[in-house]
């Protein structure tokens, strides 16, 4: 079946350090993929998304490009914050029916050191 | 404000009591569904529902119930919770725009359940 594997956390960084998550997805046909960020004590928020290979999903600093070929989509940005201190999750649309239903990677937790 | 809302958001009880993890969704969603959040284990779907009525199974339905009575609620039933269903739980909704498009859930507060 589908499944969506990512970096194990946490990862712990400083402010300003060039961050890269990573995430690897296995699927039939042609998934979406997406980013989601959880807050400390909140549910989880849509980052950015790409829908086909080689679009880029972009938000807030953050971009990851949907690589068919290396079935891949990392999630990088360039200088985090502290206020990027979150628990960020992977995940990919088996949009086989109109309700998409969403395969969720075992999330990553990221630190940012001031 | 548009938002999905969760009660209780934190809940102790001890095994075989019922209870009931309400949610309510304000943007007129057909789609909503419950997620436990386990730590290794991201989300894992439990139910979902496509509209009012219409409700199955996700991956991991077994010891829970739900209904979608009206469209805007859909409330997780625990009708006899055992230790193993101590997680964090997330209500999130949905519109539905056609087959084969994506759309963006909306996800509660979350609702952390322990039982003893």
């Known amino acids: 079946g589908n499944s969506v594997t990512q970096m194990e956390g946490p990862v712990t960084l400083s402010e300003e350090a060039f961050l890269t998550i990573n995430c690897t997805y296995t699927?039939?046909?042609?998934?979406?993929l997406f980013w989601y960020v959880q807050y400390p004590g909140e549910g989880l928020q849509l980052l950015l998304k790409?829908?086909?290979?080689?679009d880029k999903g972009s938000n807030k600093g953050f971009e990851a490009t949907y690589r068919k070929e290396t079935t891949s989509f990392h999630l990088e940005k360039g200088s985090v914050q502290v206020s990027d201190s979150a628990v960020y999750f992977c995940?990919?649309?088996?949009?086989?029916?109109?309700?998409?239903?969403?395969?969720f990677g075992s999330g990553t937790r990221l630190s940012i050191r001031p | 404000e548009a938002q999905v809302t969760q009660n209780p958001r934190y809940l102790i009880t001890v095994t075989g009591k019922k209870l009931t993890v309400t949610c309510s969704q304000n943007?007129?969603?057909?789609?909503m569904s419950w997620y436990r959040q386990d730590p290794g284990l991201g989300l894992r779907q439990i139910y979902y529902?496509?509209?009012?009525?219409?409700?199955d199974k996700g991956d991991v339905p077994e010891g829970y119930k739900v209904s979608r009575k009206e469209k805007r609620n859909f409330p997780l039933i625990l009708e006899s919770p055992s230790p193993n269903q101590t997680s964090l739980y997330f209500c999130?909704?949905?519109?539905?725009?056609?087959?084969?498009?994506?759309?963006?859930?909306?996800f509660g507060p979350g609702t952390r359940l322990t039982v003893l």
């Open positions: 529902s496509m509209n009012v009525e219409v409700t």
């Open positions: 699927a039939t046909g042609y998934p979406s």
């Open positions: 995940a990919l649309s088996e949009s086989y029916s109109s309700a998409s239903k969403i395969i």
């Open positions: 790409a829908t086909k290979a080689d």
């Open positions: 999130a909704s949905s519109t539905l725009q056609g087959r084969g498009s994506y759309n963006e859930q909306f």
């Open positions: 943007m007129n969603h057909e789609y």
